[in-house]
Structure formats: structure tokens, C-alpha cells
Nanobody
């Protein structure tokens, strides 16, 4: 069992930056691969970024590649998502998620989810 709590969302103008954090408690953090997902109103939850257990491997959705950076600090039990050059289409509720072994682009593969944090980008 692992509990995830996101923080750092908010309102930002287009072109701005925001940093999200997701703090974990419970089972050993380093045994979990992690992902960030987002869901806009009326749309399906979509993959944003994933990171391996060690943090050495990352992957991004094409829509955020070059603008977002996922990282993790295993001793601090925290995963981060740095978002730069934000666009109005990035507006969504952002979720972090955890699963054993390797990360996945499929949100249904994840066992644990945070409550989500709202990110709103104004034009």
C-alpha cells in the first residue's frame, strides 16, 4: 500500500511555469515506478510522463516533450513534474500514480493514485 499526495497546482498565464510535487508514504518508494497523468473536462485521462524506479529512465507524451520534466528523489519519497512554456491546452487535473516494476502509458495499469491537483493555464 502507498499513499500519494500531489501539490503545486494553480493558475498561470500561458508561457509560464509550474512545479508539481507528489509525496508518497507507505511501502518502499523505490520499488514503484511512477507516472504523471492529466484529465481535462470531458476527456479521457492521458499519460504525461513516466519515470523508472531508479529515475534513470523517463518518457514523455509528445504534447509535453521538451517542456515538462519528470524527476524523483527516492530518499525524500517524492516525484516531481516541472512544467515550462505552459499552454492553455495543458489545463487539466494532474495526477501522480504508482505501480510496481516498470511505468506504463496506460493509466489502467497503475495501482495507486493521488487525489489530483488542478492546473489552469490562461491565454
Amino acid at each position: 500500500q502507498v499513499q500519494l499526495v500531489e501539490s503545486g497546482g494553480g493558475l498561470v498565464q500561458a508561457g509560464g511555469s509550474l512545479g508539481l510535487s507528489c509525496a508518497a508514504s507507505g511501502r518502499t518508494f523505490s520499488t514503484f515506478a511512477l507516472g504523471w497523468f492529466r484529465q481535462a473536462p470531458g476527456k479521457e485521462r492521458e499519460f504525461v510522463a513516466g519515470i523508472s524506479r531508479s529515475g534513470l529512465t523517463t518518457e514523455y507524451a509528445d504534447s509535453v516533450k521538451g517542456r515538462f520534466t519528470i524527476s524523483r528523489d527516492n530518499p525524500k519519497n517524492t516525484v516531481y513534474l516541472q512544467m515550462n512554456s505552459l499552454k492553455p491546452e495543458d489545463t487539466a487535473v494532474y495526477y501522480c500514480a504508482a505501480k510496481l516494476w516498470a511505468y506504463s502509458k496506460n493509466y489502467m495499469a497503475y495501482d495507486y493514485w493521488g487525489q489530483g491537483t488542478q492546473v489552469t493555464v490562461s491565454s
